[in-house]
Structures are given as structure tokens and as C-alpha cells.
């Protein structure tokens, strides 16, 4: 695991590896993506690239790979919500409305840590979208927790 200093967080690329797995087998496209950025100083939101073209028909759904996992602290969450843009413009939409990834989703032993996003095109004709055009944001939050909440020390996986 990487070490992380307190308070911080960031976004990483997955491994060649994993990317070959859930992306294709392609240095250059691996080398060449850009891990999530923030437009302007006062945005909240970090813009998540396409990593492809993508076309999408009326009522269609597709789970995109994002090549990217993050890390932040024990009591934040990252939620993924769509770009504002990509629901007025086109009436695409998160399949979860609002992901969330928790802060042990990184490095997991399934598939890294490995941000996937879902959309479903609503409107009445086909969208296309090009490699490198923001599909959605990550939002770091911190979250609080009841004082009847117990600790429970468990890993992703482990049975309750």
C-alpha cells in the first residue's frame, strides 16, 4: 500500500496489469490518460476523462473503466456524481444516481481499487462522447457516524 500522509488525498492510475484486464492491452493509451483534475479554483468536483470514444444510444446503458483508484482518509467518501453538462445537454445520467467509494475500496484485492462508472442515456437520440471529454466528477466529503457505531475493525469482504 502506498503511504499517505494524514489529511491527504489523490487519485492514481491503476496497474498495466489491471488496466490490460479491464481496459485492453495498450501502453500507449496507458501512458498517455490523464488521472482527474478540478476545471477552476473554486470547483469542488474532479473531472473524470474518458479513456475512449464511447457512443450511446437511446436507453442504453454502459459501464465505462476509468483507469483510476484514489485514496483519502478513513472518514471521507468520494462520490461520483454526473456532470451537470451531461444532464441538460443530453439527459445522461449515473445508472446509481451517486456512486460511493469507500476509503478501503483502494488497492482491494479484486481489481486494485478500479473506478468504474455507469450512464444510461434517457433523451430520444444518440450521444457520442470522445476520449478525453469529462463523463462525470469525484467529490471528496468528510462523513460523520453515530456514537452507538462500533468499531468494527473489519476488511472489505469479511462477512458481518
Avoid at 483502494?106 to 444518440?126: A, C, M, R
Amino acid at each position: 500500500m502506498k503511504w499517505r500522509e494524514i489529511g491527504m488525498r489523490d487519485f492514481e492510475k491503476i496497474s498495466f496489469k489491471q488496466f490490460c484486464k479491464d481496459v485492453k492491452e495498450d501502453i500507449k493509451l496507458y501512458n498517455e490518460y490523464k488521472l482527474p483534475i478540478r476545471d477552476s479554483i473554486a470547483s469542488a468536483g474532479y473531472d473524470i476523462l474518458l479513456l475512449e470514444d464511447i457512443e450511446l444510444k437511446p436507453n442504453e446503458t454502459i459501464k465505462i473503466p476509468t483507469g483510476i483508484k484514489a485514496y483519502f482518509e478513513n472518514d471521507e467518501v468520494l462520490l461520483l456524481v454526473v456532470r451537470s453538462s451531461m444532464g441538460f445537454k443530453f439527459n445522461v445520467r449515473l445508472v446509481n444516481q451517486v456512486g460511493i467509494v469507500d476509503a478501503d475500496y483502494y488497492n482491494n484485492k479484486d481489481n486494485e481499487g478500479h473506478i468504474f462508472v455507469k450512464i444510461q442515456n434517457e433523451g430520444k437520440e444518440t450521444v457520442k462522447f470522445k476520449a478525453g471529454e469529462a463523463i462525470a466528477q469525484g467529490i471528496f466529503v468528510k462523513y460523520l457516524t453515530t456514537k452507538s457505531d462500533k468499531n468494527l475493525g473489519l476488511d472489505r469482504g469479511s462477512d458481518y
